[in-house]
């Protein structure tokens, strides 16, 4: 048994189905947090500094808790690109990844609470994109809809015949939560996720 809970800073179903692999009881807070950039920031600088703040954010609501919180962005050829929240953004987002290579960077934190311990990483991953048409684009965007997704797509459904190849260490970062890293974040605050399967 785990001697404190384990709290998902995010509402993201994507990512609750994602932790819901691991076997092992969390609740989930929605963390209210300010996700714009700063002048100058880095994409790497800004997904590890939201990850934190959101762990940080959800954190207050939950004294003695390990909390995950993540952000993520895409970027491609040095634009990064967030949620397009419309199709029009889409399209423009789509079609600038056409043949590109993009890369995600997925901010994790996790905040022990009880300690006031933050264990921040940035977990990067390439996705190689098709050259698209306008129909696929189009089709793809009818089909799917992925409009709160950074980078107008997902990679868990259609989204994955847009790519051309995938590279990085754990293919559930582009999801938007790397399952290896957090299993060892988790670990280093003494939870073995594997030894808990038998508790």
Avoid at 28 to 41: F, L, R, S, Y
Avoid at 79 to 84: E, H, R, S, V
Avoid at 141 to 147: C, G, N, S, V
């Amino acid at each position: 048994m785990m001697d404190k809970v384990l709290v998902l800073g995010s509402t993201s179903p994507f990512r609750r189905s994602l932790l819901e692999k691991l076997g092992l009881p969390f609740v989930c807070d929605k963390p209210q947090v300010d996700e714009t950039a700063k002048d100058g920031e880095s994409a790497e600088a800004l997904v590890a500094r939201l990850a934190e703040a959101k762990a940080r954010a959800v954190a207050e609501r939950h004294p003695n808790a390990l909390v995950i919180g993540s952000d993520q962005v895409a970027v491609v050829s040095g634009t990064i690109l967030g949620k397009p929240h419309t199709h029009d953004k889409a399209v423009a987002q789509l079609s600038a990844a056409s043949g590109q290579v993009v890369t995600f960077y997925t901010g994790l934190c996790l905040y022990n609470s009880g300690a006031n311990r933050a264990q921040t990483l940035v977990e990067p991953f390439e996705v190689a994109f098709k050259s698209l048409t306008e129909a696929q684009i189009e089709g793809y965007l009818k089909a799917e809809q992925p409009y709160n997704c950074a980078g107008s797509f997902k990679s868990e459904g259609l989204g994955i015949m847009l790519f051309d190849r995938l590279s990085g260490r754990d293919p559930n970062a582009l999801i938007g939560l790397p399952l290896i890293s957090l299993g060892e974040l988790l670990a280093n605050e003494g939870v073995d996720v594997l030894t808990l399967q038998s508790a």
